[in-house]
């Protein structure tokens, strides 16, 4: 897992998660969470990642920590970017 904290809260509806490819994809499947009213609660969960994936959220979340878990792997994961957006 890898815990991102936020200088400050942010608000966001949009994760964009990619993997560096030049060893080949390997996330198969994968969990982001936000730390909110002292907690974890999931917000997006997928398959595979690959050069880029783009989520959506229900509705705006704002939150300082975020948290991506990989739940299954081919091999050692190589994230090369995480962002957050609001649109």
Same mark, same amino acid.
């Given at each position: ?51 880029? #994936? !783009? *989520? @959506? ?7 300082? %920590? +975020?948290? =991506? #878990? !990989? *739940? @299954? ?7 090369? %970017? +995480?962002? =957050?957006?609001?649109?």
């Amino acid at each position: 897992e890898l815990v991102i904290d936020l200088p400050r809260a942010a608000a966001f509806n949009r994760i964009l998660l990619q993997e560096h490819i030049t060893t080949g994809q390997r996330v198969e499947a994968f969990s982001v969470d936000a730390w909110l009213e002292s907690a974890w609660k999931p917000l997006v969960n997928g398959g595979t990642i690959g050069y880029k #994936r !783009i *989520l @959506s959220t229900d509705s705006p979340i704002e939150a300082q %920590r +975020i948290r =991506l #878990r !990989i *739940l @299954s792997a081919r091999a050692a994961p190589r994230i090369l %970017r +995480i962002g =957050l957006f609001l649109q």
